[in-house]
Nanobody, 126 residues
Framework: QVQLMESGGGLVQAGGSLRLSCTKS??????????MAWFRQAPGTEREFVAA????????YYADAVQGRFTISRDNDKNTVYLQMNSLTPEDTAVYYC?????????????????WGQGTQVTVSS
């Protein structure tokens, strides 16, 4: 059974930085078989796409709201995907989830995600 475990969330002041990690364990397919993505959900809102990365990091995708501030990366040897978040604002406050997709087509918002993590809370104070 595949498990995705996020870490790295916390409380940070506006303008600060955090790096989230998501590590895959279990399952029969290797980590490199999955494209990976980060989503977030703030209270009272729907979950929204943040960033995604192809299996070999050859392609990355970002939501307009985070473009230029967030960077997604992955280390297939460590079964881990990262989200470096810089210049954080209170609007970035949310629970951040990572997700894994074995078969992808088109934009990451249309990918079929096979597995989701439990989420990690990011709170940005003003």
């Amino acid at each position: 059974q595949v498990q995705l475990m996020e870490s790295g969330g916390g409380l940070v002041q506006a303008g600060g930085s955090l790096r989230l990690s998501c590590t895959k364990s279990g399952g029969t397919l290797p980590f490199r078989n999955y494209a990976m993505a980060w989503f977030r959900q703030a209270p009272g809102t729907e979950r929204e796409f943040v960033a995604a990365i192809s299996w070999n990091a050859g392609a990355t995708y970002y939501a307009d709201a985070v473009q230029g501030r967030f960077t997604i990366s992955r280390d297939n040897d460590k079964n881990t995907v990262y989200l470096q978040m810089n210049s954080l604002t209170p609007e970035d406050t949310a629970v951040y989830y990572c997700a894994a997709a074995n078969f992808v087509r088109g934009h990451p918002t249309n990918w079929q995600y096979d597995f989701w993590g439990q989420g990690t809370q990011v709170t940005v104070s003003s």
